[in-house]
Each structure stands twice: as C-alpha cells, then as structure tokens.
C-alpha cells in the first residue's frame, strides 16, 4: 500500500519559515520524482516545485524562487519543502505528489495545511 504522509505545516507569521515532509512508503521512492503542490480557498490546485528521482534538477514555481527551496533524502524515502520569507498568499494545504517515471503512476498525500498570518 502507497503513502505519502506529510508533515511540518502549520501557522507561522509573515517573514517565518517552514519545513514541509513528505515521507513515502510501499512504492520505489528513487523511481519517483516527487513535487509539492499548494491548494488555497477557491482556488486550483498550483505546482509549487519538483525534484527528479534522483535530485539532479529541480523547478520552483516563479512565485516561490528565491524563497523555497525542495530537496530529497532517497536514503530517508523523504522530499522536504523549505519554504522561507513566507507570505500571507502562501497559505494553503501542501500536498506531496509522486510520479513513478517509468510507468508515469501518480500517487498524492492526504496534504497539510499552511497558514501564514499575523
């Protein structure tokens, strides 16, 4: 059975930081590359970044350069999001998302909810 638990989010102050997790079990984790995705209120869900299986190459959301960056421990079976500088517009549940790179299977966490507010 696939999971992908995160965990980390929470409510923090404008200027803040936090560190997403998400933990995989049940699937090939290096055979996956993984992303972070954000859904605010009324609105759809946006990719936020992504990490190739191996974590050669990663891309951040225009939104996002500069502030968060996303990075992976295979070892750990583990993608993290740092997310720093963070901003009232970037609260939203964070969801984890793997994509198996042979078959193209995906495979989405139950999410967590950031809340960034004075």
């Known amino acids: 059975q696939v999971q992908l638990v995160e965990s980390g989010g929470g409510l923090v102050q404008p200027g803040g930081s936090l560190r997403l997790s998400c933990a995989a079990s049940?699937?090939?984790?290096?055979?996956?590359?993984m992303s972070w995705y954000r859904q605010a209120p009324g609105k759809e869900r946006e990719l936020v970044a992504t990490?190739?299986?191996?974590?050669?190459?990663?891309i951040h959301a225009d939104s996002v350069k500069g502030r968060f960056a996303i990075s992976r421990d295979n070892a750990k079976n583990t993608v993290y999001l740092q997310m720093n500088s963070l901003k009232p517009e970037d609260t939203a549940v964070y969801y984890c998302?793997?994509?198996?790179?042979?078959?193209?299977?995906?495979?989405w966490g139950q999410g967590t909810q950031v809340t960034v507010s004075s």
């Open positions: 998302k793997a994509v198996n790179w042979i078959t193209n299977r995906v495979y």
């Open positions: 049940g699937l090939p984790f290096s055979m996956n590359h």
């Open positions: 990490i190739t299986k191996v974590g050669v190459s990663t």
